[in-house]
């Protein structure tokens, strides 16, 4: 990979990091005080809620693999696999430039056998 290579991943990358930021910062909303008859609006409340709750539970694992990728990056172990050292596609890379696994080995992973 280049060193322009390098820094469109860069970029990339830093622009994910800074969209899962503010993704992060938004607050969510607690359900209001449920009154009687207001069942339905209590229950739509909390399933958009745990809605919320969850893509922020994603938010934060994406983060965490932009932030990993951005130091294999600063390290310069980015674009190999982190469990068999060959070479991650670059096609792989420029699909998802936070991948840590060739898809070979992310095949493996997906399938539990790590």
Do not use: N
């Not at 009154?35 to 922020?56: C, I, K, M, N, P």
């Amino acid at each position: 990979m280049t060193e322009l290579d390098r820094a469109a991943v860069r970029a990339t990358l830093e622009a994910e990091q800074a969209r899962l930021l503010a993704e992060l910062g938004e607050a969510i909303q607690a359900p209001g005080q449920m009154t009687y008859g207001s069942q339905a609006a209590a229950a739509s409340q909390v399933f958009e809620q745990q809605r919320d709750l969850a893509l922020r539970d994603r938010a934060t694992q994406q983060l965490e693999l932009v932030d990993a990728a951005l130091e294999r990056l600063d390290v310069g172990s980015f674009g190999t696999c982190l469990r068999c050292g060959k070479p991650i596609a670059d096609a792989r890379l420029e699909a998802l430039p936070w991948a840590a696994h060739c898809i070979d080995c992310q095949s493996e992973i997906d399938k539990g056998r790590r």
